[in-house]
């Protein structure tokens, strides 16, 4: 029970990111938005999804500095 539950969090995700993508491709919608919608269900934590966040907006090192701190010290 517990994997399908996990399995059901990545479907959804991956059905949201490709939702996403078509959204943004109507220039109305901002991906990175509307994907961290999916980005949330997976990541663990706030530190995660602000890191991956940061990644997505190319701010490479303060980005990878926030996951590498949620990976060590939390």
């Given amino acids: 029970l517990i994997l399908i539950r996990h ?4 479907v959804i995700a991956t ?3 490709f939702l996403a993508a078509a959204l943004a491709s109507t ?3 901002c991906f990175a938005a509307v994907a961290s919608g999916s980005v949330v269900l997976i990541l663990p934590g ?4 602000c890191g991956s966040l940061e ?3 190319r701010s490479i090192i303060s980005g990878s500095v926030r996951l590498v701190f949620s990976i060590l010290y939390r």
């Fill in 46 to 49: 706030y530190i995660v999804l």
């Fill in 15 to 17: 059905i949201n990111a």
């Fill in 7 to 10: 399995a059901c969090r990545i």
């Fill in 27 to 29: 220039r109305q919608f």
């Fill in 55 to 57: 990644l997505a907006n």
